[in-house]
Structure formats: structure tokens, C-alpha cells
């Protein structure tokens, strides 16, 4: 029970939730942002200096905007995407985790560098990443590595069939 100084008691305030579990409010420049940079990201030494300029602003408040909506789990990475084997080596691999294990077990793996997704699925092996290596002597050293570390085998499952998705798209604001 809370107490208002020199007022009434009051009964508790019903349950809401944490700043921290509602969904952040963007912005009209947050959204161009987020729409307007998926693809054609500039390729120069100051990218968000070129982007500052497009959307009427400086560098810094690009730079953390993008923190921001980082920290708030709207943007997951802010980098190229390279088709698979045009630079380097990558797979796709799959591991069988304990329920008790995958937060562990999924902190070691993101703790490699070459990992850029993993994620949990429901399945049989559910917890999933992609690896990425310079070279194929890397890229088999990380999975044996994982194995070792978590006690748990790693199925590698590399690409046979190449598909282009498209990841770039218009986002939906209401």
C-alpha cells in the first residue's frame, strides 16, 4: 500500500507493465530509419554521416537512434548481408539441448564471433545458428569446438541449394 503525503492511503495500483516490457514508441525518424536503410545502406567511410544527411539530422543522434532501437530489441544487427560463399564459408547447424541447458548452452554459442542468428525452436533440436568462418578449417573448428565445450553434438547442415530471400521490406506502422 502506498501513502500520498498528508492524503489518504490508497489500495495498490493494478499490475501494468515494466517500462521495460512495453513496446517502444517510434518516432516519425525512427521509421525512416527502420524503412528507409534496409537496403542501400551507403557504402562510404561515414555511412551514418550520409544517412544524418537524408534524414535532416546529425550523425550522432543517427548513431543513437540506432543504440537505442538496439538496446530495445527493434534492431537485432545493423551490417551487410554477403551471399554465401562469396566471402568465406558458412553453415546452418543444429543442436539437441536439455530445456534446463539452452540458456547456457545458447550463451556459449553466441559467444563465438562467427555466429551471427541463433535461435530456439520447437523441435527436437532446438536450438539453431548460423556459422560463419573465413575458411571451411574454421568454420569446423567452431562446431567441434561448440560440441566439446557444451558435451553436446552439433549437426552441421550446409547449404546444398542456394535461395535469394529478399529480407528487405516495408514495415507496417498503425
Avoid: C, K
Avoid at 550463451?107 to 556459422?131: D, I, K, T
Wanted: charge should be negative; proline fraction near 10%.
Amino acid at each position: 500500500m502506498s501513502r500520498q503525503p498528508n492524503g489518504p492511503s490508497h489500495a495498490p495500483l493494478p499490475p501494468q507493465a515494466s517500462d521495460s516490457m512495453r513496446p517502444p514508441v517510434l518516432d516519425a525518424l525512427d521509421r525512416r530509419l527502420l524503412d528507409d536503410f534496409q537496403q542501400g545502406f551507403p557504402l562510404t567511410p561515414r555511412p551514418y554521416r550520409e544517412i544524418a544527411e537524408q534524414l535532416g539530422i546529425s550523425e550522432a543522434e543517427v548513431i543513437a537512434r540506432l543504440e537505442s532501437l538496439s538496446r530495445a530489441g527493434i534492431v537485432s544487427r545493423v551490417g551487410p548481408v554477403v551471399r554465401p560463399g562469396r566471402a568465406g564459408v558458412s553453415t546452418l547447424a543444429a543442436m539437441r539441448v536439455a530445456p534446463e541447458r539452452l540458456e547456457a548452452v545458447a550463451a556459449v554459442v553466441s559467444g563465438y564471433p562467427e555466429v551471427n542468428h541463433n535461435y530456439e525452436r520447437e523441435h527436437v533440436f532446438n536450438l539453431w545458428f548460423v556459422l560463419t568462418a573465413p575458411d571451411a578449417d574454421r568454420l569446423r573448428a567452431v562446431l567441434e569446438e561448440i560440441a566439446s565445450r557444451t558435451g553436446i553434438p552439433v549437426m552441421d547442415l550446409p547449404m546444398l541449394e542456394e535461395y535469394h530471400i529478399d529480407l528487405g521490406f516495408r514495415l507496417q506502422w498503425t
